[in-house]
């Protein structure tokens, strides 16, 4: 314990002065609680009076000690004429070894002196036999038990204070950290639909407008210039849908129909488009049963893993085929992408590699398994999505 903690309290200082002051004020003007005791002298009562006056300058920091000696001291100060104060000071020192005390002597010290109170009002019954015996029985629960109760209350109220900011400052903590986890999936969410949605298109803009720089002829600027006008025309369509849906997340307009399986058909045929310039050709193989459709998450993320597919073979794939696979069997959607794998003439695209952390990502929030790696000459990509939503968070 340090010297500033066993300082004692402003308060308690002010509380010793008084308390003295007035007992020797009472024993000045020959105020006695019990005048007709003659054992001691008169100024006997000073003894306990200033003793426990100077325990209340360690109510809080000592409350064993100070009321150890105040239970000492009352006691002494039955065999002298008596002082009020000491005995009113005896029920604060009493009240303060509950409220700072140790919990085990909080929790026992209203037990122990009910006990006292009842043992000492049945020996005044049996001792005296007369009714006033009550009255020191009701005088000692006034002195030790009263305040003892008192002070469990105040502490019970405080403890239950403490536990309820604590449980609040929790709440809020944990309020907090759902927001941000909140906040970083849905930055996620938006970083791979962005990164899906426009990668394809710039692309192959990209592969086009080096193409036609590099093969300076009026029919193959043309070509590469149409394909650059339709992929910047499909890509500013998609950027406007997101920027809606993140505008107008929570309003009244209308959803904004999201990509499903039904739109392989164009994706692969947009692909084939802009792959012919580096000898790619797209085969899309739908082997999903008639009428049974994913739930919407799932389809999405199954497109998007074959939009994503399908650009890095315009951007990495030597000329060849491309396949596209898509089942949908006991519960599971799969997807497979197989693409040729080598040395490619003519330009290329720089990947960055967050297209395969983003399949991966869409895959496992549903619950999926995805693989992407090379096999010999070919590229391969692989997903299985469970067909019913299953992700906490999609």
């Given at each position: 314990m340090t010297e500033k903690s066993l300082r004692p309290h402003r308060d308690d200082v002010l509380l010793a002065v008084v308390s003295v002051a007035a007992g020797l004020v009472f024993w000045s003007l020959g105020v006695y609680s019990s005048p007709g005791r003659g054992f001691l002298p008169a100024w006997a009562a000073l003894v306990p009076l200033v003793a426990l006056g100077a325990m209340e300058l360690l109510r809080r920091t000592r409350?064993?000690?100070?009321?150890?000696?105040?239970t000492v001291g009352v006691i002494a100060?039955?065999?002298?004429?008596?002082?009020?104060?000491t005995v009113v000071i005896f029920t604060d020192l009493m009240y303060a070894a509950v409220v700072y005390g140790k919990p085990a002597m909080a929790r026992r010290l209203p037990v122990s002196t009910g006990l006292i109170t009842i043992v000492v009002t049945i020996a005044s019954l049996a001792w005296l036999r007369t009714p006033q015996a009550l009255l020191i029985g009701a005088i000692t629960g006034i002195v030790s038990f009263a305040p003892a109760l008192t002070g469990a209350t105040l502490r019970n109220h405080r403890e239950a204070a403490e536990a309820a900011r604590l449980r609040a400052e929790q709440t809020a903590l944990l309020a907090e950290m759902d927001r941000k986890q909140a906040v970083a999936a849905e930055r996620a969410?938006?970083?791979?639909e962005l990164h899906d949605?426009?990668?394809?298109?710039?692309?192959?803009?990209?592969i086009h407008s080096t193409a036609a720089l590099s093969i300076d002829t009026a029919a193959t600027s043309r070509d590469a210039l149409g394909v650059i006008r339709e992929n910047s025309v499909q890509g500013l369509a998609e950027m406007r849908r997101l920027i809606g849906l993140l505008r107008d997340a929570g309003g009244d307009r209308e959803p904004v129909a999201v990509p499903s399986l039904d739109g392989?058909?164009?994706?692969?045929?947009?692909?084939?488009?802009?792959?012919?310039?580096?000898?790619?050709?797209?085969?899309l193989h739908d082997d999903r049963p008639s009428g049974?459709?994913?739930?919407?998450?799932?389809?999405?993320a199954a497109y998007r893993i074959v939009q994503e597919s399908l650009t890095n073979a315009l951007k990495h794939a030597a000329p060849g085929t491309v396949t596209v696979r898509v089942a949908h069997e006991d519960g599971q959607l799969s997807v497979a992408v197989d693409s040729p794998y080598g040395d490619r003439p003519g330009p290329r695209a720089p990947g960055s590699g967050a297209g395969l952390i983003g399949m991966k990502e869409r895959t496992e929030l549903l619950g999926g398994e995805f693989a992407a790696g090379r096999r010999g000459a070919v590229w391969q990509v692989r997903a299985s999505l469970p067909a019913e939503d299953k992700a906490v968070e999609a």
């Amino acid at each position: 314990m340090t010297e500033k903690s066993l300082r004692p309290h402003r308060d308690d200082v002010l509380l010793a002065v008084v308390s003295v002051a007035a007992g020797l004020v009472f024993w000045s003007l020959g105020v006695y609680s019990s005048p007709g005791r003659g054992f001691l002298p008169a100024w006997a009562a000073l003894v306990p009076l200033v003793a426990l006056g100077a325990m209340e300058l360690l109510r809080r920091t000592r409350p064993r000690t100070t009321l150890a000696v105040g239970t000492v001291g009352v006691i002494a100060d039955q065999f002298t004429v008596g002082s009020l104060a000491t005995v009113v000071i005896f029920t604060d020192l009493m009240y303060a070894a509950v409220v700072y005390g140790k919990p085990a002597m909080a929790r026992r010290l209203p037990v122990s002196t009910g006990l006292i109170t009842i043992v000492v009002t049945i020996a005044s019954l049996a001792w005296l036999r007369t009714p006033q015996a009550l009255l020191i029985g009701a005088i000692t629960g006034i002195v030790s038990f009263a305040p003892a109760l008192t002070g469990a209350t105040l502490r019970n109220h405080r403890e239950a204070a403490e536990a309820a900011r604590l449980r609040a400052e929790q709440t809020a903590l944990l309020a907090e950290m759902d927001r941000k986890q909140a906040v970083a999936a849905e930055r996620a969410r938006m970083a791979r639909e962005l990164h899906d949605m426009v990668a394809n298109h710039l692309s192959a803009i990209a592969i086009h407008s080096t193409a036609a720089l590099s093969i300076d002829t009026a029919a193959t600027s043309r070509d590469a210039l149409g394909v650059i006008r339709e992929n910047s025309v499909q890509g500013l369509a998609e950027m406007r849908r997101l920027i809606g849906l993140l505008r107008d997340a929570g309003g009244d307009r209308e959803p904004v129909a999201v990509p499903s399986l039904d739109g392989l058909d164009a994706l692969v045929g947009q692909a084939g488009t802009n792959g012919s310039a580096s000898g790619l050709t797209f085969v899309l193989h739908d082997d999903r049963p008639s009428g049974e459709p994913a739930a919407a998450p799932v389809e999405l993320a199954a497109y998007r893993i074959v939009q994503e597919s399908l650009t890095n073979a315009l951007k990495h794939a030597a000329p060849g085929t491309v396949t596209v696979r898509v089942a949908h069997e006991d519960g599971q959607l799969s997807v497979a992408v197989d693409s040729p794998y080598g040395d490619r003439p003519g330009p290329r695209a720089p990947g960055s590699g967050a297209g395969l952390i983003g399949m991966k990502e869409r895959t496992e929030l549903l619950g999926g398994e995805f693989a992407a790696g090379r096999r010999g000459a070919v590229w391969q990509v692989r997903a299985s999505l469970p067909a019913e939503d299953k992700a906490v968070e999609a």
